[in-house]
Nanobody, 127 residues
Framework: QAQLQETGGGLVQAGGSLRLSCAAS?????????MGWFRQAPGKEREGVAA???????TYVDSVKGRFTVSKDTANHTLYLQMNNLKPEDTAMYYC????????????????????WGQGTQVTVSS
């Protein structure tokens, strides 16, 4: 089971920015080839946001393209999600995740198997 810990959530006004961090254990960071971010709003299904593969190639869902950036810091075994121009509809609990196996490294739950999750960090965007 991968070990993941998110930080960086908070309350921000629409148009503002936040950066989420996901600290992984050394074993997790070096062993898992794909990592990403998902989010879940109250009463809604958990949905993918962004993913990044071992080569550093990112993928995003359409709703965040041009606003969010996923990146990795190998030296610190950390995954990041820079979120700019936030909108009220971005309000959700954000989870860091990594699959043991996957079809493709993109933020689609159906493509990921035996996924490990962090505990989540809340992002609230006020209008």
């Amino acid at each position: 089971q991968a070990q993941l810990q998110e930080t960086g959530g908070g309350l921000v006004q629409a148009g503002g920015s936040l950066r989420l961090s996901c600290a992984a254990s050394v074993y997790t960071y070096n062993s898992y080839q794909c990592m990403g971010w998902f989010r879940q709003a109250p009463g809604k299904e958990r949905e993918g946001v962004a993913a990044i593969d071992n080569d550093g190639t990112p993928t995003y869902v359409d709703s965040v393209k041009g606003r969010f950036t996923v990146s990795k810091d190998t030296a610190n075994h950390t995954l990041y999600l820079q979120m700019n121009n936030l909108k009220p509809e971005d309000t959700a609990m954000y989870y860091c995740a990594t699959p043991t196996t996957y079809v493709r490294c993109r933020p689609v739950r159906g493509d990921w198997f035996k996924t490990s999750w962090g505990q989540g960090t809340q992002v609230t965007v006020s209008s």
